[in-house]
């Protein structure tokens, strides 16, 4: 059977750092996003007696070594999940992204997400997207919540009973707008995970996360915009220190990261219009604004010597007709 299925990738607002167990890839806390859009993954998959042997193939390369093998447990657990005779056949996907990859634009969260909503759907799984969300975590964390969209927390937890992604109420997509300052700069977030426990860091910043959880949910739900991505403005500098104080020292921002940051904040302080930065693992960096600023803002980074685009706020995975397959 084949299937299609779209997701968008996210935005960490208040982001995991680090796994307690790698296998199932569940994190050591809680962590919320919104989505991105128009910024997707669509992704086709089939199992068939036609096929000699599992393939994956993203953006026209057939994916190799450790990238396989995440694929590989995504599907794993959709077979592991069905009931359905033809899921022991091998299973071509084949993925294609509409953003550039590898650079901090979340495009694991929408690989996994597009890949378990079109292997749920063709391993005929009757699933909601909280329980899709764990079979994209096994792939990514950060892609649990890609299946819920828009604004979602995953919960931290020791199965999948817990630990899934939960839709959270706001009605700020409505005014958002999130300008990307493209900051070209290889990225490996899984290194940075693997890591992340060994920092002098990493306590401090679990010590104070939960708090941070319960202040962006509720400044979600009273769609207070400037308590909402102040939070993520610092979260993300916390993240970046916990990164950057690991065992391998790792830095990704780079000069063009750092003025847009500038930049960010004097159109805040000395122009007072509601705008915030946000970086997940990499150099690129999220701009949060209102659509009243988004034009403007957009011309102020620009200025920073970065590509930039406006990118409004995602919906969850969806599965796509026939006509939208890949093969």
């Known amino acids: 059977m084949k299937a299609t299925a779209m997701a968008h990738p996210i935005q960490g607002l208040v982001k995991y750092h680090g796994m307690r167990d790698d296998i199932e890839r569940l994190p050591y806390h809680d962590s919320i996003s919104v989505c991105t859009a128009p910024s997707h993954t669509r992704t086709t998959v089939e199992f068939s ?17 450790r990238a396989a093998e995440r694929v590989d447990a995504v599907v794993e657990k959709a077979r592991d999940m069905s009931d359905a005779a033809h899921t022991v056949y091998p299973v071509r996907l084949e993925s294609e992204n509409s953003f550039p990859t590898n650079v901090g634009l979340g495009s694991s969260s929408s690989g996994f997400a597009a890949a378990a909503m079109a292997l749920a759907e063709a391993a005929e799984l009757d699933a909601d997207r909280p329980t899709v969300s764990t079979i994209a975590r096994v792939g990514s964390a950060s892609a649990a919540r890609a299946v819920t969209g828009a604004f979602s927390q995953l919960h931290t937890g020791l199965n999948d009973e817990d630990c899934r992604s939960e839709r959270l ?86 000069p063009a990261t750092l003025a847009i940051f500038n930049r960010v904040r004097e159109l805040r302080e000395e122009e007072d219009i509601p705008v915030y930065f946000s970086t997940d693992t990499g150099a690129s960096v999220y701009v949060n604004t209102t659509e009243e600023h988004a034009e403007f803002v957009e011309e102020e980074i620009a200025d920073c010597g970065v590509s930039t685009t406006i990118w409004d706020v995602g919906g969850p995975a969806r599965l796509l007709d026939e006509d939208e397959h890949l093969f």
């Open 169 to 254: 109420p706001s009605n700020l997509h409505e005014d958002l707008k999130i300008i990307v300052g493209l900051v070209p700069y290889h990225k490996e977030t899984e290194d940075a995970h693997d890591e992340a426990a060994d920092s002098h860091m990493f306590q401090a910043r679990n010590a104070h996360i939960h708090g941070q959880i319960a202040e962006m949910r509720d400044a979600l739900r009273n769609d207070e915009f400037d308590d909402v991505f102040e939070l993520a403005e610092h979260d993300s500098l916390s993240l970046a220190a916990t990164t950057m104080t690991g065992p391998e020292g790792w830095v990704y921002w780079q």
């Open 49 to 65: 007696m036609d096929y000699d042997e599992d393939t994956y193939v993203v953006d026209g390369e057939e994916l190799e070594g």
